[in-house]
């Protein structure tokens, strides 16, 4: 099933990237520190997303089986240099802040990986809204992370103050900040909460008789198992 709807739901719900696929986890704990941070990554991720696949779906029939891996590492990397362009040009407080990340999402498994899965597989339209659908589960994922640290670490939300901060100076009461969560361990504490928190409704859910949609995965035995690099890296040796 090909439905737009249903490519939307399942980057968002079913195989969340963050949450679901584990997946971009890179700039997930490293530029989470705000809500902003998080929505302006997951938003040009999905920008670099829609286009790639719109793309290489377009030269699914075009580009030959051994180079397709070269060929898409290019096209992603050339959406990359314009999203990089834009954002520097027009919103260059953001662009500061993400930095280094920016460029680095042409190495994302996440826009590499639909690419191969789906885009190279699959009509323009549904390509279109597959690259969507991951594209904002992603930046869901990156928001609710950079909610949670912001609010816990510095008491605010989208640069807000919403928690008046204590002032040692005066002696006013407020809330003490609980730095930890603006730094690299904050970032795993909250995605295992977020994680654990999703799974543990799932599984109410599941309890009280509702259909769970659970992601497709390969199962077990991954090291013994050479289907992923097999379609991913022929050897050339695959029965047609």
Do not use: H, W
Request: hydrophobic content about 45%; aromatic content about 8%; overall charge neutral.
């Amino acid at each position: 099933m090909n439905s737009c709807t249903e490519r939307i739901y399942n980057g968002l719900i079913k195989e969340n990237p963050t949450f679901v696929m584990m997946l971009g986890m890179c700039p997930t704990l490293a530029v989470t520190t705000s809500a902003i941070n998080g929505v302006g990554m997951g938003l040009s991720t999905t920008a670099v997303l829609v286009m790639s696949n719109m793309l290489i779906s377009l030269l699914r029939k075009i580009i030959p089986d051994s180079l397709r891996i070269p060929a898409f590492i290019v096209v992603v990397a050339s959406f990359v240099t314009i999203v990089d362009f834009l954002m520097e040009g027009f919103v260059p407080s953001l662009y500061s802040a993400l930095g280094l990340y920016i460029p680095l999402i042409v190495v994302n498994c996440i826009i590499l990986g639909r690419a191969e899965s789906y885009a190279s597989k699959n009509p323009v339209l549904p390509s279109i809204f597959d690259g969507l659908g991951m594209g904002l589960g992603f930046t869901l994922g990156l928001t609710c992370i950079g909610i949670v640290r912001e609010i816990i670490g510095a008491g605010q939300i989208f640069g807000y103050q919403l928690l008046p901060l204590a002032d040692e100076a005066s002696g006013q009461a407020g809330y003490v900040p609980v730095s930890i969560f603006i730094m690299a361990p904050g970032a795993f504490l909250v995605l295992a909460f977020l994680v654990a928190l999703q799974n543990r409704l799932k599984r109410k859910a599941a309890e009280r008789g509702k259909k769970v949609a659970e992601a497709k995965t390969c199962g077990e035995g991954c090291a013994s198992c050479s289907g992923c690099s097999s379609q991913v890296f022929p050897t050339g040796n695959e029965k047609e």
